[in-house]
């Protein structure tokens, strides 16, 4: 076939003939079937030849020596439709292959190339492969897949993957959306992103090599080892569940983050080097298993800003564990030999235990902590030795006065509309609504009462009828009636400036600021505030030109401008050096 020429095998036809591809943007279409005699070969030097199969293709001579495009069946034809004859090396340049139907051809070695296995397809094909390989199944993948050279492999699965995967010394990379239950063997880089939605069963399995894993979906593997070579991060993103629900090796060189939900599950060691992240908002489980308690010990580094249960045996502490505003409840027995640090005044972490409780370490000597050993509330430790911060209480932590579930600022018509929840309420007095323009240095914008003493849901909702143009940050300030105080996560909010009337420079100023006055005729009200609210500077410009601000004696540092014109009011930032 020349170039530019098309064939079509008709229905209820078994060719059995020889067919020859010599030219370029060749297309092949077969509704028949290619029978065990039949044979077509791809010359070499050609390009965009294209071989729809819409019937069957039991033979093995199909020979592929350039770039070819394989279409197994197409949308709306898959009945009936199968690959079956066996390739083995004779695809010797990298090809195209969507499979909308069943493939069952064994290809060795596969040069790489991209398979796309489409929704509904199924792949029962063994391969290996010499060179990069991308697969996308939306399908069933039910096959091996090894190496036979020095491949890359990307896999990218929207579908159910089964197969097992070797990559024994190469670069793989898998991006999961759907269910993967299959093994992995490899001893090289392994990356795998568990999408939100997606379920991850499959066994990573490898010795050495570096395995970076980010979880946003439900991971519920455990009974591998992490590698010793790494550097290996596993990622545990808001929202995702991971639970390791067997024994896991936890190597020096691993490090988990955690945003969501994380369980270690009957591991025993976090080892020298080795760290955790526990982020705000987060819950860490160690360790769950079945069978005799387990006792979680740490050699490495624990950060913990959210919640850490030890629900089965106990806690043992050689290492660091820096606690902030957190909680960490041991069902069992804690020894610290380690150093424990608590948050900067005034807040407090609070560790919690329920068996025999041993300090020869550190604890407390840094930040502020709480420790309460259930059998003895007023004394501390059963057994203090080490040295304790003199800043340490035992048992005086109180419960927070609200359990916030969600908290909200969205801006709406040049204001922002603050909306927030609880699920219950004890003692609570009040709720302070507190802004600030860069994250830190909060003020008060608005106060709505609590409920003070209630087991059912409430909604809460405030507005702040004059947000400040550009970028703020809310956060709610949670009060008890004793006037103990928690603090909700920041909402990040831009509200568009309404009305800019003038323009100013140099931003940054160093002894005066031009503002252009030009848009208005009647004299303009401008007042310099620092971050906090406080008044540092007030005048009076005449409109209708541009007018010098004066900024001597104004200490350096950021500012809020604010004008008010016969057009409205506006709030700018400027920094003053």
């Known amino acids: 076939m020349n170039t530019g020429d098309e064939l079509t095998i ?15 943007g060749v297309v092949i279409t077969n509704n028949g079937s290619i029978s065990t005699n039949g044979r077509i070969t791809v010359n070499s030097g050609t390009s965009g030849t294209v071989f729809n199969n819409q019937g069957t293709v039991p033979s093995q001579s199909v020979f592929l020596n350039a770039p070819t495009t394989i279409n197994n069946g197409s949308t709306g034809n898959t009945a009936g439709v199968t690959w079956a004859g066996y390739v083995g090396s004779n695809f010797t340049a990298a090809p195209v292959i969507n499979n909308y139907a069943n493939w069952t051809a064994q290809i060795q070695p596969l040069p790489g190339g991209t398979i796309n296995n489409k929704n509904g397809a199924i792949w ?28 890359t492999f990307t896999f990218v699965n929207a579908g159910t993957w089964a197969g097992t995967l070797t990559a024994n010394g190469y670069t793989t990379a898998i991006t999961n959306s759907g269910t993967w239950s299959g093994q992995i063997d490899y001893s090289g880089s392994l990356s795998i992103t568990n999408n939100a939605g997606a379920s991850w069963t499959g066994l990573p399995n490898g010795n050495s090599g570096q395995l970076a894993i980010t979880n946003a979906g439900a991971w519920t593997k455990g009974g591998f080892n992490f590698p010793s070579t790494g550097p290996n991060v596993f990622t545990n993103q808001a929202g995702a569940t991971a639970s390791f629900n067997a024994i896991v090796g936890l190597n020096g060189v691993t490090s988990f983050v955690n945003s969501g939900t994380l369980s270690i599950n009957q591991s025993s060691l976090l080892p020298y080097g080795a760290s955790i992240i526990n982020n705000a908002g987060a819950t860490l489980n160690l360790p769950l298993g079945s069978g005799s308690p387990s006792t979680f010990t740490n050699v490495g580094t624990i950060t913990n800003d959210g919640q850490i249960n030890s629900t089965s045996g106990g806690f043992t502490n050689n290492g660091t564990l820096n606690n902030g505003r957190a909680t960490i409840s041991i069902t069992g027995d804690f020894t610290n030999t380690g150093t424990v640090t608590g948050p900067a005044a005034p807040f407090r972490g609070s560790i919690t235990a329920t068996g025999v409780s041993v300090n020869s370490g550190t604890f407390g000597t840094t930040g502020r902590l709480d420790f309460c050993d259930a059998g003895r509330p007023a004394n501390g430790f059963d057994t203090a030795a080490g040295t304790i911060g003199s800043a340490t209480t035992f048992c ?49 914008v608005a106060e709505i009462k609590a409920q003070g003493n209630s087991t059912q849901a409430t909604v809460y909702a405030a507005i702040d009828a004059k947000p400040l143009a550009g970028t703020s940050y809310y956060r709610l300030r949670q009060v008890d009636l004793d006037g103990t105080v928690a603090y909700s996560k920041v909402a990040t909010v831009h509200v568009e400036a309404t009305n800019q009337p003038i323009d100013l420079y140099p931003n940054p100023a160093t002894d005066r600021l031009t503002l252009d006055l030009s848009a208005t005729a009647a004299p303009c009200d401008v007042r310099l505030t620092n971050l906090t609210g ?44």
Do not use: C, D
């Open 124 to 151: 029962n094909a063994y391969m290996t492969v010499s060179g990069p390989l991308t697969v996308n199944n939306e399908g069933t993948w039910n096959s091996q897949v090894q190496p036979s050279g020095n491949p």
């Open 10 to 24: 008709n229905f209820n036809v078994n060719f059995g003939g020889t067919i020859t591809v010599q030219g370029n």
């Open 396 to 444: 005086l932590a109180t419960p927070l006065p609200v359990e916030l579930t969600r908290f909200s600022a969205q801006a709406a018509k040049g204001k922002v509309q603050l909306q927030w929840a609880t699920a219950t309420e004890r003692n609570s007095a009040a709720f302070v609504v507190e802004r600030s323009t860069t994250g830190e240095g909060f003020t008060a």
């Open 534 to 577: 406080q008044v540092v500077l007030t005048t009076t410009l005449a409109g209708g030109q541009a007018q010098e601000l004066p900024l001597t004696g104004v200490p350096a540092g950021l500012y809020l401008l604010h004008v008010r014109t016969a057009a409205g009011s506006t709030v700018q930032r400027i920094e003053k050096r």
